[in-house]
């Protein structure tokens, strides 16, 4: 439930040389930068530093590093590391193919001046010269990096003229992620998620109601459960219906376990690990009776405002979803904290933060969830555990093992065509296999779901 952190790989409407544009205040007596648009891809590289060499997330980041620039290049900046890391691997091969001796390592910023520098030769429609001149600009305000502009200006030209014909198609994640897929689904579909995460996604919303009046509205497309996929929207606090709470952003498969719960009116609903809350919002749209859990503070308050926008109601309860005490409840949902490499599409950067040792961490903190999940409860209730992980231990995995341990539980198997899921999104268990490679479509922008898990159980 992301309003506002969409990347498109196109510019900002209207957004040219303008001069002296968005630069931050500068001191009195300071030189004036040299170039429009410095800033710009000042914050795109410092937000690309941030995320490759201190895994903090890429929103986090350019929160920060984009304040004090207006709405227009905030979106460019974006935009810039976004498609950056999206073809990170695609992009280093180019450049390793075309610089001659290996950079020094105290040159790590000019690669990342190069990488941003390409991407938007190669995969944005900001022009070719602005993105050489600004390379080169931005190479020259810091003395590290100052004796590599003319390196920087040879190596980016040379991308214009070839780089459209080299830039190879991936690997565009790390190597342990995609042998894990191939191990999981098989070689050729394992590539195909690897292909698949490095083209953006849609912008996918669900509705309060009447999502198909609202597909109409905003001149989106209707998929089988109900959401609504834009391409191209624009501002997304300026469509239609943001401000009057018709709809919120969620994509299509992450709407799909709360759906699975088919929540009815008055149902006492535990939602676990729920903030920013966009599951909360489909069980309190439903009728439902919801209680949401979250361990981050910071995040129950963006809930409360989703809510707030959206004319929703929920009982909010900071804690720790696995010791949280509470129900028994008619059902459970859990969300749990995860991996989240079935989000890469939207969250480049996450294949870049996450280390395979934080599989298992994760997976670990997901047992402690669930198994106390078991405990609030009503017997003959339901459970949803779902993630947005691509790797079975976090999902598959995970639910076989609690199965094991929980007797009164039996898996409540989904149905081809319930809520929409297309038969081979469910695996041989019953279980709600999504993947990037879903819902296949000639545009890659309207292509694609995210990687999704979800598994029904009912407790005897
Ligand atoms: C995948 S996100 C949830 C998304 C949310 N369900 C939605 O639909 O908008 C996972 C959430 O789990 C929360 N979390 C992590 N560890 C937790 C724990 N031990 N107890 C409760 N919440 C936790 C995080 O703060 C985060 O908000």
């Known amino acids: 439930m992301n309003e506002t952190s969409r990347a498109s790989n196109r510019r900002p409407a209207n957004r040219g040389s303008r001069p002296g544009s968005a630069e931050r205040p500068r001191p009195p007596g300071a030189p004036p930068p040299s170039l429009p648009g410095i800033a710009v891809r000042r914050a795109a590289a410092d937000a690309m530093d941030a995320v490759l060499d201190k895994s903090r997330p890429l929103e986090e980041s350019l929160e920060r590093l984009t304040r004090d620039l207006d709405d227009r290049d905030r979106s460019l900046a974006r935009m810039i590391a976004a498609t950056s890391l999206r073809r990170l691997g695609s992009l280093r091969t180019l450049l390793r193919g075309m610089i001659e001796r290996s950079l020094p390592p105290k040159a790590k910023r000019v690669e990342t001046i190069l990488i941003i520098g390409a991407a938007q030769i190669l995969l944005t429609d900001v022009p070719d010269h602005a993105a050489v001149a600004t390379s080169v600009a931005l190479a020259g305000e810091d003395a590290a990096t100052a004796g590599f502009k003319g390196l920087i200006n040879a190596v980016l030209r040379r991308v214009t003229r070839e780089g459209r014909a080299l830039l190879p198609e991936g690997p565009d994640q790390p190597k342990w992620m995609i042998e894990g897929w191939m191990q999981a689904y098989g070689a050729e579909t394992g590539n195909a998620i690897s292909r698949a995460l490095a083209h953006e996604a849609g912008l996918d919303l669900t509705a309060k109601s009447d999502p198909a009046g609202w597909a109409a509205t905003l001149n989106g497309r209707l ?84 809510l707030d926008r959206l004319g929703l109601e929920a009982e909010i309860v900071e804690a720790d979803a696995a010791v949280f005490e509470g129900g028994p409840f008619d059902a459970v949902l859990i969300d749990a904290p995860c991996s989240a490499t079935g989000t890469i599409r939207r969250h480049p950067d996450v294949a870049w933060t996450k280390a395979r040792e934080d599989v298992a961490t994760l997976a670990a903190l997901q047992a402690r969830i669930l198994a106390h999940s078991a405990q609030i409860l009503r017997p003959g209730g339901v459970l949803v555990y779902s993630t947005c992980s691509l790797e079975p231990e976090e999902g598959e995995n995970q639910i076989s093992a609690f199965l094991a341990t929980h007797p009164d539980f039996r898996r409540e198997p989904i149905q081809p065509g319930e809520c929409g899921v297309a038969a081979e999104w469910i695996n041989a268990a019953g279980e709600l296999r999504t993947l990037p490679t879903h819902l296949p479509d000639a545009d890659p922008r309207q292509a694609g779901l995210d990687g999704f898990f979800a598994a029904r159980l009912r407790r005897a």
């Open 223 to 306: 998929l089988p459960n109900g959401t609504i996929r834009l391409v191209d929207a624009g501002n997304i606090t300026a469509l239609p219906g943001f401000s009057e709470g018709g709809w919120w952003v969620q994509d299509a498969a992450a709407a799909l376990p709360a759906q699975l719960l088919h929540a009815t009116a008055g149902m006492e609903i535990a939602d676990l690990c729920a903030a920013p809350g966009g599951k909360t919002a489909q069980l309190a749209a439903a009728g439902a009776r919801v209680t949401a859990v979250d361990r981050s503070g910071t995040r129950l308050k963006r809930l409360q405002q989703n």
